[in-house]
């Protein structure tokens, strides 16, 4: 069998079985001290033993649980195979001895692995991680072992100490159980997991100590009958409550890369997720495979009614589940969220609320726009251009007295009858105005224009209008953006000119 075909990756026990290991160099030595310290038998065939596999069976395996034979002899013969090992190892350069062991262990049906030799396997090896219970491995069927170790490496990153602790109370607390004669199955393991994982604000011995006690409230709820609340109950209550929890989440404006840490965690621990049309896909991307996914995406023509979504976050935290509201940028920047968090505090259900860099001061920033600048704007205002929420309506010809920078969400449709207000309002029509498209998206988009002439420009939505004498500029480096230096100084000096 060709390395290349996935294969199904299995633990071997090897404790107390022979294995044999082909091959005399360091690679050989390095591949039976492996195999030694999980306790197998190992017979090592070469010709002769390289000095510089520095490998001494007296004193390198003193204290290692398997036991290693050398045996001196070219190790072609089907003989090699006396005693059928469970496993075979070869490391060896001699093309025609990889060959030879791996025919005659297709012949005997005992898997050979060949270090360097895909071709030539019928196991791999995996780079490994150990910590406590746990194994991470990682396998690139053979292909590319520096890839495999790569990835390991920051797999490994992510088995921190509280997930090392969350395993070791949870494998306890299922020894109990089972040792009670119950079921382990349909518990909420999850909860457990993820509570005893988060305990890391103290010190470790007082979070092993709180792991062990919510361990053992969790087995006790278990022997009582009451622990089975699949999926969900509520974060932090590893005991199984029904009641569950929402966090009210902010996605940033669509780059995974402008998620906050806390964001990023509360998506791998949501079990539904209830999102926005605007989330970015690399978002939805980062959400763990199993979680139930449910667009409310107030798409235009097809809106979900606000009240819907309220009934619906507080009826799945009443079944127990663990929910997350995702929306564009920030909760509370002209998404709705403050309804939503009244609507659940209304209803009882538990939440939490955790921000995000909303599109008014990320899309700016993408564009090279400060919305602030000595000298230039001392506020910034950002305000929705939506008629139909701006309850009250906007004083637009106040707002052109505020001075600063304006910033404008939802106000894509509206542009020319915001702008006229503006200029109404005393704003001179050759007010700088950038557009920003999609910011942060692959496909990002800035346009540049003056007050007098925002109703011609096409513009597509999503959109941030930003509109002040900041407008002007362009902030991004010469290496990241469209407009060099020349035209940041190019603006600059207009600004100058407009201002003094
Ligand atoms: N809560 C969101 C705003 C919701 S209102 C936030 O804090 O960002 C939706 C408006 O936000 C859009 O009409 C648009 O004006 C702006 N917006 C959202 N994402 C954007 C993006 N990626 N680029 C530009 N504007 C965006």
Redesign the pocket.
């Known amino acids: 069998m060709s390395a290349v075909v996935p294969g199904l990756p299995l633990v071997l026990d090897l404790d107390g079985r022979d294995v044999l290991v082909v091959g005399g160099g360091p690679v050989a030595a390095a591949k039976a001290r492996q195999l030694l310290a999980v306790g197998a038998r190992v017979t090592m065939v070469a010709p002769h033993f390289d000095e510089a596999s520095h490998f001494d069976v007296a004193s390198d395996l003193a204290g290692l649980p398997g036991q290693a034979v050398h045996a001196a002899g070219r190790p072609t013969a089907r003989a090699t195979l006396n005693g059928l090992p469970r496993l075979v190892i070869t490391a060896t350069d001699d093309e025609d001895v990889t060959a030879a062991v791996a025919a005659d262990a297709a012949a005997a049906r005992v898997f050979h692995n060949a270090a360097d030799r895909p071709e030539h396997c019928s196991a791999t090896l995996m780079a490994l991680h150990r910590r406590g219970d746990v194994t991470v491995a990682v396998s690139t069927g053979g292909r590319s072992p520096a890839a495999a170790g790569w990835l390991r490496d920051r797999l490994a990153a992510t088995i921190d100490a509280g997930a090392e602790r969350a395993v070791r109370v949870a494998a306890v607390a299922r020894d109990r159980i089972r040792a009670a004669g119950r079921s382990s199955e349909g518990l909420a393991w999850r909860n457990l997991l993820d509570e005893a994982a988060g305990l890391d604000g103290g010190r470790v011995a007082e979070a092993d100590d709180a792991a062990a006690d919510l361990a053992d409230r969790f087995v006790r709820r278990a022997l009582s009958g009451d622990a089975h609340s699949s999926p969900g109950g509520a974060h932090g209550s590893p005991d199984g409550d029904r009641a569950g929890r929402v966090q009210l989440v ?1 996605a ?3 780059d995974p890369g402008l998620l906050t840490v806390a964001a990023v965690a509360a998506l791998r621990w949501a079990d539904v997720v209830v999102h ?1 049309a ?1 989330v ?1 896909d690399g978002v939805l991307a980062l959400i763990p495979k199993g979680t139930e996914l449910i667009d409310v995406g107030k798409r235009p023509g097809r809106p979900v009614p606000q009240e819907a979504i309220g009934a619906l976050l507080v009826l799945l935290a009443r079944n127990g589940r663990r929910v997350v509201r995702l ?9 709705r ?1 403050g309804e939503e968090a009244l609507a659940l505090a209304a209803a009882g259900v538990a939440y939490d609320v955790v921000p ?5 001061l ?2 700016p920033a ?1 564009a090279g726009v400060p919305v602030t600048q000595r000298g230039l704007a001392a506020a910034v205002t950002v305000i ?3 008629r139909a929420l701006s309850q009250p309506p906007v004083d637009w010809e106040a707002a052109a007295r505020l001075g600063g920078t304006l910033v ?5 449709a509206e542009r020319a009858a915001i702008a006229a207000a503006l200029q109404r309002g005393g704003l001179h029509p050759d007010t700088p105005v950038a557009v ?6 692959a496909d ?1 988009r800035v346009l540049r224009t003056r007050l007098r002439s925002v109703g011609d420009l096409l513009v597509e ?5 930003v509109i002040g004498e900041v407008a002007a500029l362009d902030l991004r480096s010469a290496g990241g953006a469209s407009s060099g230096a020349s035209a940041i100084e190019g603006a600059t000096t207009e600004l100058c000119a407009a201002v003094g």
């Open positions: 902010g940033g404006p669509g926005d605007l970015g929306k564009g940028g920030d909760p509370y920047v002209f998404g969220g995000g860099v909303s599109a008014a990320a899309a993408l929705t251009g939506h404008v969400l939802m106000g894509v920003i498209e999609r910011a942060s998206r990002q939505a999503p959109a941030t209008l």
